[in-house]
């Protein structure tokens, strides 16, 4: 597993966005939402890059609030090395 401090990557007065992990817990992730269109079919694929270590293997079905909207992680894929984690995430 990579072991270099990950904080530096994901300080918010950089590229990463604070965020609310479950209504309580204070993390921080790097946040996309970028434009599709695809088929036809258009929207925005939200997702947040974020830490193994902050977010458990039980992550699906919880909260995930960013700036003003919470979304609810639909999805949880390990990266590379296992250290960070790919949050795929739903609107309300």
Request: proline fraction near 3%.
């Amino acid at each position: 597993m990579f072991s270099e401090d990950l904080d530096v990557f994901f300080n918010p007065a950089e590229f990463a966005s604070a965020a609310t992990y479950n209504g309580v817990t204070a993390v921080n992730v790097i946040f996309d939402a970028a434009y599709l269109e695809q088929f036809g079919v258009s929207g925005t694929n939200p997702v947040a890059l974020g830490k193994a270590s902050d977010f458990a293997a039980s992550a699906v079905g919880k909260t995930l609030l960013i700036g003003a909207v919470t979304y609810t992680i639909r999805g949880r894929e390990n990266q590379d090395d296992g250290s960070t984690v790919l949050l795929q995430l739903s609107a309300p």
